[in-house]
């Protein structure tokens, strides 16, 4: 049972232009969520983080938006450029661990 | 270099064998993760040590153990592989037992069996 998911495996964007990634969650009790960016061949690295108390949290060209309502969690980089391009994990904090989505390849295209 | 040291880097194997994976946290941390991550899937909890004792268990098969040594690096041991076993598996540490901080990955070790 997929209590993260990430509906859209792929996700192509102009450079300079915004990058809009979602994440769908079940868990009403998740208190915490992360995105995780990850290249081809390493392993995932933390990008940002958003505290359920919160509906939006910046970091430089990240944003990450929460909507506990909704259970949905966005990522938008801007401007997104061609360095963007790789795999991100959303994943959401419950019970100890976190529980990740099957991540969305974004492809920044110069 | 995140600090976490995931070892080998790939691993071929046959149906039916045992392997073992190896992961040395990032210095201070006292938490290791271990995510498998098969092909379209998202990663998967399997188990979290905390300063050598079990914490958290996820969906970990029975063929399937780890351990956390005093010096903190911690193994995951597959046995009776079968074709579906074959996945990356990714080790992660963090300072502590919750998720506050978030996790810092290795690199992961792509298991093959064939």
């Known amino acids: 049972d997929q209590q993260v998911k990430q509906n859209s495996p792929s996700l192509s964007v102009q450079e300079g232009r915004i990058s809009i990634l979602n994440c769908d969650y079940t868990?009403?009790?998740?208190?915490?969520f992360l995105w995780y960016k990850k290249y081809p061949a390493e392993g995932p690295t933390f990008l940002i983080s958003?505290?359920?108390?919160?509906d939006k949290n910046e970091d430089g060209r990240f944003t990450v938006f929460l909507n506990k309502s909704a259970k949905h969690l966005s990522l938008h980089i801007v401007p997104s450029q061609p360095g963007d391009s790789a795999v991100y994990f959303c994943?959401?904090?419950?019970?100890?661990?976190?529980?990740f989505g099957t991540g969305t390849s974004l492809t920044v295209i110069p | 270099d995140s600090g976490v040291t995931q070892t080998p880097k790939h691993l071929i194997t046959a149906t039916g064998q045992r392997v073992t994976l190896r992961c040395s946290p990032r210095?201070?941390?006292?938490?290791v993760y271990w995510y498998q991550q098969s092909l379209d899937q998202g990663l998967q909890f399997l188990i979290q040590?905390?300063?050598?004792?079990?914490?958290a268990k996820g969906n970990i098969l029975e063929r399937f153990s780890a351990q956390q040594f005093p010096d903190l690096h911690s193994e995951l041991n597959l046995s009776s592989l079968e074709l579906g076993d074959s996945a990356l598996y990714f080790c992660?540490?963090?300072?502590?037992?919750?998720?506050?901080?978030?996790?810092?990955f290795g690199s992961g070790t792509r298991l093959t069996v064939v």
């Open positions: 992660a540490s963090s300072v502590g037992t919750g998720t506050l901080y978030g996790y810092t």
């Open positions: 868990n009403s009790m998740f208190d915490y």
């Open positions: 958003i505290s359920s108390i919160k």
């Open positions: 994943a959401a904090s419950g019970s100890h661990q976190f529980y």
């Open positions: 210095s201070g941390d006292l938490s």
């Open positions: 040590y905390y300063n050598g004792e079990e914490r």
